[in-house]
């Protein structure tokens, strides 16, 4: 049965069981026709006329449209798609349109598909050793990759957490190079994207960093890896990341204050001048602005954000379980079990 068959059986058959818990389970069909022909508790009667209205006059639609407004109500109420850019999109029109030559998407998105040629994954996790500049509350986020790092010992939980995050996004590109670091130095980091950019030659470079095991970006556009030692954080210019990766690129940066690193790339490439198109042809995605950090309720992995854009169905059914009224815990457990290998 689909996940909305599911959610429409149960969401009819809970409004209904206290006046037909004697009457067997009807089928999703039945129960459907059962709860838009019932009237002040009266059931109707099997192959016979429906039970006298007092309003016969009004048209059924308006008894249909008050039914589901009150089916509606009870679920949970979320506000998305509120900003301005989402008013008045039509979805359907835009599709047919094809892509967009004017507005706000067109500034951003590629006129030409690209493929992406090389995936370099940096992990700078310092599993057992928090940041300085982080307070957790407790207990808090701590699965990567929807792995507990502290169910085993932390070299061991570094490397399967990077073999894992490799196997999430081999799955969206399955053709592409990819290169993985875990806690590196800055001389690893500047090999990693010189060997990427010359795999990937003239196609485009993704570069995923995870910070959650140092600082936050500093104002000046400086991300954190360690020295050889690990007894030191050493900063990395976002200046020299840019030289080393060149474009076309794509980051990906999971990590607190990550608009820090968007206001220095802002600032280099200095996007409102009349630059060169092939030196402003990157993307940036960062898990939150420059005043924010990464959320860290224990409910939810870590790394929310990789989560979001690595295994969205997944991600998506995690947070939504929790709010869902037409969801036993069994049903939860087994939808789940059966979206652990999917996206």
Known sequence: MALGDLMASRLVHSSSSSSSSSLPTPSLAAA????????????PAANGPGPRRDDAGEPEEHEDEGKAAALLACLPQAVVLCEQRHDGFDEAAAAAAGPS????????????????GCVALVLCLNISVDPPDV?????????????DPFSMAPPKAL???????????????????YKLQL??????????????????????????????????????GEI????????????????????????PSIYVFDCSAAGMIVKAFLERLDWTSSSSTSSKDC?????????????????????????????????????????????SGVEFLFLYLYTTDLV
């Not at 800055?186 to 485009?204: D, G, I, M, P, Q």
């Open 32 to 43: 459907v026709s059962l709860q838009a022909d019932r009237v002040d508790g009266e059931l």
């Open 101 to 116: 030559t004017s507005g706000p998407v067109s500034k951003w998105r590629p006129k030409d598909r690209m493929k992406t």
């Open 135 to 147: 307070i957790k509350i407790s207990p808090c986020a701590r699965m990567e990759c929807w792995i």
């Open 159 to 177: 490397e399967t957490i990077g073999k894992t995050l490799h196997s999430q996004y081999e799955r969206w590109q399955p053709k592409a190079r």
């Open 183 to 220: 806690d590196p130095t800055v001389e690893e980091v500047k090999k990693l994207c010189n060997t990427c950019r010359k795999y990937a030659r003239s196609e485009r470079v993704l570069f995923h960093y995870n910070g959650h095991g140092v600082p936050k970006p500093t104002a000046n």
């Open 224 to 247: 954190w890896v360690f020295n050889k030692s690990y007894t030191q954080y050493i900063p990395l210019p976002i200046t020299d990341l840019d030289s080393w990766l060149k474009t």
């Open 283 to 327: 993307i940036l995605l960062a898990a939150c602005e420059a005043h924010q950090t990464l959320p860290q309720s224990a409910e939810y992995p870590a790394d929310v954000f990789t989560a979001c854009l690595t295994t969205p169905i997944k991600m998506a059914l995690h947070w939504f379980a929790p709010f869902s009224l037409s969801l």
